[in-house]
């Protein structure tokens, strides 16, 4: 009888394991078993300042120190591999990252590729040619404007040692922005339980160069990339650049390539397709 996989789950930038609630039981519907992440700073541990909270004290946000402060790329990954560790005594393990979380499965993956049995980047940064943030910089990103959240940026990243987004704001231009890089398709109140479910702080720390995939360890995992086809922030031109980049790193292990319609967060908030896409893996 075969041994079903856990899917552990892996969010991205100002989320949390909370994120994945509906998707998660919909896999339990499946009968499929997933364990979702909340890495350093996050879920429980987050800081949400009393700043934050209604009525807001913006010049008070702009300063108040955040948990996350000095959290790394190498802690994130050190969370998930204790995770993997403890999952792997059930079986299988498949690696789910989403957007930011691209970025932490790929450092798993290059130190402990034992631990995991498939990866899959949903919409995800996979940094194969260049560091996560040169790619702000390509062709693939020219639509890309990180400058339109700047009405919902709270304090300055340097000194705070963190990036503070509030994302409570009734600036109009900030939702717009928002609603345009994550969530165009869904309904207004879709939009806005997600936002609120957004911790206002991220930690600054993205990787380097030797942050990418590693053929020797990262590039001897099977790989799934799933495609969003409406994604605004993370467009799906440079969403097939970097399966182009790491097919090319690994040309004898290319990434399965799977495609849902939608954009950055329509999967997580009508979970059913993903899920069914991701219980299919389980038989791979």
């Given at each position: 009888?075969?041994?079903?996989?856990?899917?552990?789950?892996?969010?991205?930038?100002?989320?949390?394991?909370?994120?994945?609630?509906?998707?998660?039981?919909?896999?339990?519907?499946?009968?499929?078993?997933?364990?979702?992440?909340?890495?350093?700073?996050?879920?429980?541990?987050?800081?949400?300042?009393?700043?934050?909270?209604?009525?807001?004290?913006?010049?008070?946000?702009?300063?108040?120190?955040?948990?996350?402060?000095?959290?790394?790329?190498?802690?994130?990954?050190?969370?998930?591999?204790?995770?993997?560790?403890?999952?792997?005594?059930?079986?299988?393990?498949?690696?789910?990252?989403?957007?930011?979380?691209?970025?932490?499965?790929?450092?798993?993956?290059?130190?402990?590729?034992?631990?995991?049995?498939?990866?899959?980047?949903?919409?995800?940064?996979?940094?194969?040619?260049?560091?996560?943030?040169?790619?702000?910089?390509?062709?693939?990103?020219?639509?890309?404007?990180?400058?339109?959240?700047?009405?919902?940026?709270?304090?300055?990243?340097?000194?705070?040692?963190?990036?503070?987004?509030?994302?409570?704001?009734?600036?109009?231009?900030?939702?717009?922005?928002?609603?345009?890089?994550?969530?165009?398709?869904?309904?207004?109140?879709?939009?806005?339980?997600?936002?609120?479910?957004?911790?206002?702080?991220?930690?600054?720390?993205?990787?380097?160069?030797?942050?990418?995939?590693q053929a020797a360890a990262w590039g001897r995992i099977p790989r799934t990339y799933v495609r969003l086809t409406a994604d605004a922030s993370l467009p799906p031109a440079v969403q097939d650049r970097m399966i182009r980049e790491a097919d090319a790193?690994?040309?004898?292990?290319?990434?399965?390539?799977?495609?849902?319609?939608?954009?950055?967060?329509?999967?997580?908030?009508?979970?059913?397709?993903?899920?069914?896409?991701?219980?299919?893996?389980?038989?791979?």
């Amino acid at each position: 009888m075969q041994t079903l996989p856990t899917f552990v789950l892996v969010h991205g930038a100002f989320a949390n394991s909370f994120s994945f609630a509906p998707l998660q039981a919909e896999l339990a519907l499946l009968g499929q078993r997933s364990a979702a992440v909340d890495l350093p700073g996050h879920g429980f541990e987050a800081t949400f300042p009393a700043a934050y909270q209604a009525p807001q004290d913006l010049g008070a946000l702009a300063v108040e120190p955040g948990g996350i402060k000095g959290v790394t790329l190498a802690d994130n990954a050190a969370r998930v591999i204790d995770v993997l560790e403890r999952a792997r005594r059930n079986g299988p393990t498949v690696l789910v990252g989403h957007s930011r979380g691209g970025v932490t499965v790929t450092a798993v993956g290059n130190q402990r590729p034992d631990l995991v049995d498939r990866i899959v980047y949903v919409s995800a940064w996979c940094p194969v040619d260049l560091p996560v943030g040169d790619y702000y910089a390509e062709p693939e990103m020219a639509d890309v404007d990180p400058a339109a959240f700047a009405p919902a940026v709270a304090g300055n990243p340097v000194e705070l040692g963190l990036i503070r987004t509030n994302f409570r704001t009734a600036d109009p231009d900030a939702l717009a922005a928002f609603r345009h890089a994550f969530a165009a398709d869904l309904t207004d109140d879709e939009f806005r339980t997600f936002l609120n479910t957004f911790q206002p702080d991220e930690n600054l720390d993205v990787g380097t160069s030797a942050d990418r995939a590693q053929a020797a360890a990262w590039g001897r995992i099977p790989r799934t990339y799933v495609r969003l086809t409406a994604d605004a922030s993370l467009p799906p031109a440079v969403q097939d650049r970097m399966i182009r980049e790491a097919d090319a790193l690994t040309p004898d292990n290319p990434f399965d390539v799977r495609t849902l319609e939608g954009s950055h967060l329509r999967w997580l908030a009508r979970p059913k397709p993903a899920a069914e896409l991701l219980a299919s893996l389980a038989e791979l």
